[in-house]
């Protein structure tokens, strides 16, 4: 599986968008880029997925460059409750199912 | 609909202890896979299961095994407990093969 990057941390204020960068310079044509968070002393929580188009559902949107090398998840109006470390990974649908989550990015919603 | 559910919750064990911790996935739901989570760093995949056969498997030793039983829920056993094995560990389900993963809250369990 293709191997991503992300910052650290981020800052964002409440009731802004929230937009959440990751790189996967080598990620594969069949591959696609997941998005999950953890809050603290949960198990992480799905939040969307895409292969080459944008998503979006009701948490979320997805945005993929053409070039399938970087994409952005988007949280349009952040809120306390989205506090949480962000995890994007890489995954093929086919064969081992398994996640390769990083350290991600903890996103801290500011007051 | 429940979610995924394990149990326990909490654990407390000793060195050279063996534990099993349990997973009932979301109903409907075929796939079943285990992740350990270290303070501090992301989730590690362990193993997968669909349909009962295991489909893969992480870098863990073989005093970690797991089984699926027939009405898809599944075990996770580990042998000859270690400190380093003091973590949280994860099950995931999915409806199908390729489909999102979907976690539970897990177990975390504790070493002495």
């Known amino acids: 599986d293709a191997k991503t990057t992300q910052p650290t941390s981020m800052d964002c204020a409440e009731g802004r968008a929230a937009n959440l960068p990751c790189n996967h310079s080598?990620?594969?044509?069949?591959?696609?880029v997941y998005w999950y968070r953890q809050i603290h002393s949960q198990g992480p929580q799905y939040i969307i997925h895409g292969l080459k188009n944008n998503e979006t559902n009701e948490m979320a949107s997805l945005i993929i460059t053409e070039d399938r090398k970087s994409s952005t998840l988007i949280l349009p109006h952040a809120t306390l409750r989205d506090t949480a470390v962000y995890y994007c990974i890489v995954r093929g649908n086919f064969g081992n199912e398994k996640l390769t989550f990083g350290t991600g990015t903890r996103l801290t919603i500011i007051p | 609909d429940a979610g995924v559910t394990q149990s326990p919750t909490h654990l407390i064990k000793t060195r050279g202890q063996h534990v099993t911790l349990r997973c009932s996935p979301i109903s409907g739901h075929k796939s079943v896979s285990w992740y350990q989570q270290v303070l501090g760093q992301g989730p590690q995949f362990i193993f997968q299961y669909y349909e009962k056969e295991e489909r893969g498997r992480g870098n863990f030793p073989d005093r970690f095994s797991a089984r699926q039983f027939p009405n898809y829920s599944s075990e996770l056993n580990v042998n000859a407990l270690l400190l380093g094995d003091s973590a949280l560990y994860l099950c995931a389900s999915s409806l199908v093969y390729g489909q999102p993963q979907h976690f539970g809250d897990g177990t975390r369990l504790s070493i002495l």
């Open positions: 080598t990620i594969s044509g069949n591959e696609y």
